[in-house]
């Protein structure tokens, strides 16, 4: 494992690291974790406080007496200001407002009087973790880190909840590692001065969804804005996805605003009546200053490709691992072309648009508005008239879903109008994965379901916070293939400031059969011209995942070769080589394989054996929303 973590290599906006207390034992834990090019922030005492790696720009400390502040990560906060915020600490729960202030993507330290504070971002796309080493209780941003310093493998029932699809919240949030506990993104970690006592302080609420989308449209603008400007602020060169969708065209207009000069990428698809192509070229001519590639769809990678060389250290399972190619290919032309980091549209549609499921409380507040909106949700989405009728009338609480989806996971997948108005996709086990696995996934469903409470009582805020939280568990993984690779990524749309606005718009005004995306047009209003605010579809690129399974047949029943899954008895592994022989097989077109070849790619806590302007799927967060590729 520790050969593994040097070879896996890092790059510039890979900042990883671990955090300790100011103890002389914590630093004789701290030693183990110096790796050929580490670095070494420290306590006043000269003892290691954070151990890992990441580049100058990536970093702002103050310290002042017996207080420390980093901010590690995508953050304007400077030097100055971050040494007055720490001469006033006086208690770490005061990082609480420091953290809710600030614009951009980062992680959050704190020392103060011996303790330590550790928190990521609400969004779940930086997390923290923290594990017992040698009777010192240890922080890192990485799971893995720890696992490799405790000498431990994955948990095979860990591994047999990935195997579920999808894996529900709060399933998916733990760590491949019982040692190793996972910190929930809207909580910190504060580890007490003996260096062994631990707690969870909780510091991020999201937003009630109240405020009127005309009087929300200006914060939204504005939190963009900082978003990009954060990325941008200290010019260059910076690159963008441009497939023409709203998400990529407003965050393309956005960087063009900026002091950075901007390279817009689009990759068109392969599908004939693909469209991305056009509305790009409409949005490139409103951009006189920005240069615009165009790559070959027919160059560019299909789904499933390059699975057998994935070499990158992944510290859980990722869907991504499907796409890893496609996130990578076109990275190293845009930085031959200078670009220093590559902004995508990636999170617009978790955030500018939400869930159906807010209708099932608005049918009880605002019955006759509901009736007439789901009347369009039902023509849009194919929803039948009684399948509308029994999801609106299931009022089960979180906890009884799980407990109840533990017991149908070898049923059919379930309809698209109970996903939607429901408390999200109920999870399935499909034919190859064995009764012992099984066995622990249900095991752990019911485990979860006796004690688990929603993210939010509300089933639509819920089913959006878990779909965001979702989709950055991939878009996490991504950013540290792309620095690897050499060109960082960044998702202006995921920051936490940029969620909360978004999420304080009124569902009925967020989410409507009747307009796309309205409350990014709303935003953007002024910023990207109306000729490109009137674009109401986006393309899937399903043709470039039959393609794939097709094509890569031989690299899947490869993966299916002495599967490690197969020989921890999770999975029937006849079966899958089976089924890469036959990719049309009923069912793979939706992508029911995509969760086994997750955990069998990067379930050992590494690697196994991009970008461009269209951007890979996250999970499908519904049938509706689907597995795209276009922001």
Not at 299 to 305: F, R
Not at 555 to 565: F, M, P, Q, V
Request: net charge negative; charged share 25%; aromatic share 6%.
């Amino acid at each position: 494992m520790t050969e593994l973590h040097e070879s896996a290599g890092t790059g510039p906006g890979d900042a990883h690291f671990a955090v300790f207390t100011d103890r002389a034992d914590a630093a004789a834990v701290a030693r183990s974790f110096a790796r050929p090019g580490s670095r070494t922030l420290a306590h006043a005492s000269g003892r290691p406080w954070l151990v890992g790696h990441w580049n100058d720009d990536e970093v702002v400390t103050a310290n002042t007496g017996d207080a420390a502040i980093a901010v590690v990560g995508c953050c304007p906060i400077d030097a100055g200001e971050l040494q007055r915020r720490t001469a006033r600490l006086r208690d770490l729960a005061e990082l609480d407002a420091l953290a809710r202030s600030l614009p951009g993507s980062f992680h959050l330290v704190g020392a103060l009087d011996g303790q330590i504070r550790v928190q990521g971002t609400a969004s779940g796309l930086r997390l923290v973790f923290h594990a017992e080493i040698d009777g010192e209780r240890v922080a890192a941003t990485r799971a893995d880190t720890l696992a490799a310093a405790l000498g431990l493998d994955p948990d095979v029932e860990e591994l047999a909840v990935r195997l579920l699809w999808p894996a529900p919240y709060p399933l998916f949030e733990t760590s491949l590692w019982r040692a190793v506990t996972a910190v929930p993104p809207q909580d910190a970690v504060v580890v007490a001065a003996d260096g062994r006592t631990v707690r969870h302080t909780r510091w991020w609420t999201p937003p009630e969804p109240v405020r009127p989308l005309a009087a929300a449209a200006p914060a939204i603008r504005t939190a963009l804005e900082e978003a990009v400007d954060a990325r941008t602020r200290q010019g260059g060169v910076v690159s963008c996805d441009l497939s023409g969708g709203l998400d990529s065209t407003s965050v393309c207009f956005l960087a063009d605003r900026s002091a950075a000069r901007v390279v817009a990428s689009t990759w068109p698809g392969r599908d004939p009546a693909d469209t991305d192509l056009y509305w790009a070229e409409q949005a490139m001519g409103h951009l006189p200053d920005v240069e615009h590639v165009v790559w070959d769809a027919d160059a560019s990678p299909l789904v499933y490709e390059d699975l057998l060389g994935i070499d990158d250290l992944l510290d859980e399972p990722t869907i991504g691992v499907m796409d890893r190619s496609r996130v990578l290919h076109h990275l190293p032309g845009l930085a031959a072309r200078g670009s220093r980091l590559h902004l995508t549209g990636i999170g617009g549609d978790h955030v500018a648009w939400c869930s159906e499921a807010y209708y099932h409380r608005l049918l009880r507040t605002r019955p006759l508005f509901t009736l007439r909106q789901l009347r369009g949700f039902r023509a849009l989405w194919q929803w039948p008239l009684g399948g509308t009728v029994r999801a609106l009338a299931d009022t089960r609480p979180y906890g009884k879903w799980l407990a109840d989806a533990a017991g149908h996971l070898r049923g059919p997948l379930p309809p698209s109008v109970a996903t939607g108005l429901g408390w999200g996709m109920a999870p399935r086990l499909f034919d190859w994965v064995t009764p012992e696995a099984e066995r622990m996934a249900r095991r752990a469903l019911l485990e979860a379901a006796a004690t688990a409470a929603p993210l939010h009582p509300d089933r639509g805020l819920h089913t959006d916070l878990e779909q965001i939280r979702a989709c950055t568990r991939v878009i996490r993984q991504w950013d540290r293939m792309a620095a690897r690779a050499g060109l960082p990524m960044a998702s202006p749309f995921l920051d936490d400031r940029v969620i909360e606005a978004c999420l304080a718009v009124r569902p009925s005004e967020r989410v409507t059969p009747w307009r796309y995306k309205p409350v990014l047009s709303a935003a953007m209003r002024g910023i990207v011209p109306e000729p490109c605010l009137r674009r109401a579809n986006k393309a899937t690129a399903s043709m470039d995942a039959s393609n794939g399974l097709r094509e890569h047949r031989a690299d899947l029943l490869a993966l299916w070769e002495g599967s490690r899954l197969e020989e921890l008895g999770l999975v029937d592994g006849a079966e899958l080589r089976r089924l890469a022989r036959r990719p049309a097989s009923p069912g793979l077109a939706d992508a029911i394989l995509y969760s086994t070849i997750a955990a069998e790619v990067g379930g050992g806590g590494g690697g196994g054996g991009g970008g461009g302007g269209r951007e890979p799927p996250p999970p499908p967060p519904t049938p509706e929303r689907g597995t795209n590729t276009h922001q």
